[in-house]
């Protein structure tokens, strides 16, 4: 469970907030950078992905529909706070993944640079959400949830799921991009399961 030993500590509403946007924006880039290379990820992000490249479906609608379901066990794991930040959060990728490219445009990228630097970026954005008490939807809430519940470390449960997901990527990926894609998720849920452990940080 949250660790949090005298209420001086507790996170404020303006830590909350730039916390919020700043994870909404790691997400955001290093999924706009592994997109570039045409790489994956796991989680709900990594299906949106496949559903953008083997079908043509929008990616930004694909994230949103794919998180709604999720929504209502957010809601009943961790109350009506997570959801409602985690439903922002959800949004506001959504509707950054549309908004970025405009005022963001790269035009290349390394496949293998994109993996490492895709990875890690997701990683600490999500973790800076985690610690902020907000998820971005998905596996990541149950695996969260299975921390707290059961001691399970959650990046090492999101990656078990992200393993299986982008392995369905081979559909409609080569193998070089599906294993850079593996490299990927492997490096964003590390970051997680090294620094989202109970206990080693106070006020969460």
Do not use: C
Request: aromatic share 10%; glycine share 12%; no cysteine.
């Amino acid at each position: 469970m949250s660790v949090v030993t005298s209420p001086s500590l507790a996170h404020s509403l303006l830590e909350d907030a730039l916390a919020l946007l700043m994870g909404t924006i790691f997400v955001g880039l290093g999924l706009m950078i592994l997109k570039t290379a045409g790489l994956a990820i796991g989680g709900t992000a990594g299906l949106a992905f496949l559903a953008h490249f083997g079908l043509g479906l929008p990616f930004a609608a694909m994230f949103f529909v794919l998180n709604l379901p999720f929504m209502i066990f957010a809601r009943l794991a961790f109350g009506t706070g997570y959801l409602v930040r985690t439903l922002l959060v959800t949004v506001a990728l959504s509707l950054f993944s549309g908004l970025l490219p405009p005022l963001f445009t790269i035009g290349h990228v390394d496949p293998a640079f994109a993996s490492v630097a895709g990875g890690l970026m997701v990683g600490m954005g999500m973790l800076a959400l985690i610690r902020h008490r907000t998820g971005v939807g998905g596996v990541a809430i149950m695996a969260v949830w299975l921390q707290q519940r059961f001691g399970l470390r959650a990046g090492l449960v999101q990656m078990g799921v992200d393993a299986a997901v982008v392995a369905g990527a081979l559909w409609v990926m080569a193998p070089e991009a599906v294993a850079l894609s593996v490299l990927a998720s492997v490096l964003m849920n590390l970051v997680i399961a090294l620094y989202h452990r109970p206990g080693r940080y106070l006020g969460f």
